[in-house]
């Protein structure tokens, strides 16, 4: 009858601690408040996402194993979209625009990655006598000597780059990752707390 107890109690708690775990690191990542409980939190995850693929693909097979898989794409996919939409979303809500001079180009040579003696940053100067790097994520450089148009961040946290402020960021993609993430810890969490109730009981 103990055991029998226990096994609830252990089924209970997995099935409860991971959505949770997995809903904290969600929202801290969705949020974009970082600190350093954060990266403790973190780190967990990623320890429970490899126990939990370990576990699936010995004992549960390969469907929980499929959902360990998705999980751990969905949440790193979730990562790289809120961090790009954060520094667009500061631009969108703080960014102030300024005309700069060009005053140099930067060429890059990387035979590995395809690009043979590219410019693929420019040096400004701004009427004010500051100076930064804007790097051109693919757009046409232009002539030095040239006036261009600027966005920068007044606080600093995001690097300043060529063009106006930008639009707010879409939140479509990074909500259908969310989905997944949450879908799938569910079924994780449902699938090891019923072998932590069987294996107790």
Do not use: C
Request: neutral net charge; proline residues 6%.
């Amino acid at each position: 009858m103990a055991s029998s107890g226990a096994g609830i109690v252990a089924a209970g708690a997995v099935l409860l601690g991971v959505p949770a775990g997995m809903y904290l690191a969600a929202r801290t990542v969705w949020e974009g408040r970082p600190s350093p409980w954060v990266a403790l939190l973190f780190i967990a995850v990623v320890v429970l996402h490899g126990v939990g693929f370990w576990w699936a693909a010995k004992n549960a097979g390969a469907g929980s194993a499929l959902a360990v898989l998705v999980l751990n794409l969905s949440w790193m996919l979730l990562v790289y979209l809120r961090v790009d939409m954060r520094d667009d979303q500061a631009m969108h809500d703080r960014g102030v625009t300024a005309q700069a001079v060009v005053t140099g180009w930067i060429h890059t040579s990387d035979p590995f990655a395809g690009v043979d003696d590219e410019v693929t940053a420019i040096d400004v100067t701004f009427p004010t006598g500051a100076t930064a790097r804007l790097r051109l994520g693919g757009a046409h450089a232009p002539r030095i000597g040239e006036s261009v148009r600027t966005t920068r961040d007044p606080d600093g946290h995001v690097p300043p780059r060529l063009g106006p402020r930008p639009d707010a960021p879409g939140t479509i993609p990074a909500t259908i990752t969310l989905v997944f993430v949450i879908a799938a810890s569910l079924v994780i969490s449902t699938t090891m707390a019923s072998a932590a109730r069987d294996s107790l009981s």
